[in-house]
Each structure stands twice: as structure tokens, then as C-alpha cells.
């Protein structure tokens, strides 16, 4: 199984700023299997990236994805008040087919 | 648009059982795959259990095959996940979402779970 760990545990910011939050895989991810999403307090988590660097529908171009193999990069380029949250990458597993989440990142208010 | 709604929550003893049910509109839920995940308190996510469009496949975290068991409705649009033999690290606030195979594109807001005496 692939164990994805996320740096830094948490980032602490202000709005205007470039968040860049890490996701480094044990083995080799396909991009293909690679998304990110956003979850904020009493909220369900909300898909942003998929396939490492496509945007879901309806999120702000401030949010990007890159990487491959075993480091992917989430990106918001000017933090808004609303992007304060905790971050989970997340994989798919085509050899047990199944899913394992990131320990998380939570992006604070500094 | 796309809602899915949880229900079934709430407190059992370790030992216990309890049956999930998400309820879900907005799409054609006999064409998605569906899976439950959960958030134990102070940790994050942890995928649980998928199954395919028609049930004949279903996969599960190590951590609960054999007690817990996924299933659909599709003439009803729900997701169910019979939890049995609970334990205390069950515990959790339990997600529905749609599978896209590779993500999880819609969520529903949870149903908490506490496995305690």
C-alpha cells in the first residue's frame, strides 16, 4: 500500500500570500491518480485537483496542481480569507483498488 | 444538482451494530460508483468501502472486512454500509461520496458514529 505523507503539518500564512503545500508518495503515483481536496470546519471535504493538476469544476484558477512519481505540490497563489482549511491529497491504489488519504496540512491564519 | 444525504448515526457500544444510508439526487446514481469514507476525531481521512453501478463489486479498507458490508438501492438512490462487531476506533464521522473511479467529485455533509459504553 502507498503511504502519502504531507508536509508541512501546518502553514501558517496571511491572506495575499503563495501557499505551497507537499505531497510525497512512498512509491511511484501515476498522475492520473493523484487530487486534492479542501475541507474547513463542520464542512464535507471538496474536491480542487485531480490527475495531479486538473481543477475540479467551479474552483479558482489560484489553486494549482503539479508533480509526478512521488512529489506533487499544491499551489494557491494569493490566499483569500476562505482558503483557510485542512488540505488532503489523496491517491487511488489500482493494485488493491482502493484509496489512501494524506495525514493533511492546515493552512492557518498567521 | 448533485446532494447526498447520511443518516443512521449515532451511539453503540463496542460489540454493536449500526446501519448507514445515504440518500442520493440530483444524478443518476445507477450510473456511479459510490463509496463511504471517514473522519475519526483529530485524525483525517480514511477511505472506508466502494461499490460498483450494479453491486457486484466491492472492495473495503483492511481495517473492516469481514464486520462491515456495503450495499445499494438503486430503485431507492441510496447507499447503505451495515457496520458490525464496532470497536471504539470506528468511531468517526462517516462520508458518502460519488467515486469517479480516481476521486470523489461530491460529498455529503456526514453522520457521526460513537462506539462507547
Known amino acids: 500500500e502507498i503511504v502519502l505523507t504531507q508536509s508541512p503539518g501546518t502553514l501558517s500564512l496571511s491572506p495575499g500570500e503563495r501557499a505551497t503545500l507537499s505531497c510525497r508518495a512512498s512509491?511511484?503515483?501515476?498522475?492520473?491518480?493523484l487530487a486534492w481536496y479542501q475541507q474547513k470546519p463542520g464542512q464535507a471535504p471538496r474536491l480542487l485537483i485531480y490527475g495531479a493538476s486538473s481543477r475540479a469544476t467551479g474552483i479558482p484558477d489560484r489553486f494549482s496542481g503539479s508533480g509526478s512519481g512521488t512529489d506533487f505540490t499544491l499551489t494557491i497563489s494569493r490566499l483569500e480569507p476562505e482558503d483557510f482549511a485542512v488540505y488532503y491529497c489523496?491517491?487511488?491504489?489500482?493494485?488493491?483498488?482502493?484509496?489512501?488519504f494524506g495525514q493533511g496540512t492546515k493552512l492557518e491564519i498567521k | 444538482e448533485v446532494q447526498l444525504v447520511e443518516s443512521g448515526g449515532g451511539l453503540v457500544q463496542p460489540g454493536g451494530s449500526l446501519r448507514l444510508s445515504c440518500a442520493a439526487s440530483g444524478f443518476s446514481f445507477s450510473n456511479f460508483w459510490m463509496s463511504w469514507v471517514r473522519r475519526a476525531p483529530g485524525k483525517g481521512l480514511e477511505w472506508v468501502a466502494n461499490i460498483n453501478q450494479d453491486g457486484s463489486d466491492r472492495y473495503y479498507v483492511d481495517s473492516v472486512k469481514g464486520r462491515f458490508t456495503i450495499s445499494r438501492d438503486n430503485a431507492k438512490n441510496s447507499l447503505y454500509l451495515q457496520m458490525n462487531s464496532l470497536r471504539a476506533e470506528d468511531t468517526a464521522i462517516y462520508y458518502c461520496a460519488r467515486d469517479r473511479q480516481l476521486r470523489f467529485d461530491y460529498w455529503g455533509q456526514g453522520t457521526l458514529v460513537t462506539v462507547s459504553s
Open positions: 489523496q491517491q487511488y491504489g489500482s493494485s488493491y483498488r482502493g484509496y489512501t
Open positions: 512509491q511511484s503515483v501515476s498522475s492520473n491518480y
